[in-house]
């Protein structure tokens, strides 16, 4: 069994960066693809940023310049770097990942706990 363990969320004021982290909890489970989804109140939970398998990565065209996404596979890690921040990214943020456990023929996905990140103005 497999845990996506996030971390990096908090307060920082209009401007300010974070660096939210997703780690695997096992090294034995590979992320194949994953992704970075957030869901502000009263909202739906939308796409943030995602890399494919082979490494073709989208990012919400109203955030790109700002979001940056990226992994580290030694440390089955993924990043996202928010740089600018604005009011209006308060919200929760996912991380979503896409796991194929050793010996399965099968891609299961799996979601994070979630991170607080809140920008004040």
């Known amino acids: 069994q497999v845990q996506l363990v996030e971390s990096g969320g908090g307060l920082v004021q209009a401007g300010g960066s974070l660096r939210l982290s997703c780690a695997a909890s096992s090294s034995t489970f590979s992320i194949n693809a994953a992704g970075w989804f957030r869901q502000a109140p009263g909202k739906q939970r939308d796409l943030v940023a995602k890399f494919t398998g082979d490494g073709q990565i989208t990012y919400d065209d109203s955030l790109k310049g700002r979001f940056i996404i990226s992994r580290n596979n030694a440390e089955n890690t993924v990043y996202l770097q928010m740089n600018g921040l604005k009011p209006e990214d308060t919200a929760v943020y996912y991380c979503?990942?896409?796991?194929?456990?050793?010996?399965?023929?099968?891609?299961?996905?799996?979601w994070g706990q979630g991170t607080q990140v809140t920008v004040s103005s």
């Open positions: 979503n990942a896409l796991i194929q456990p050793p010996g399965s023929a099968y891609v299961y996905s799996y």
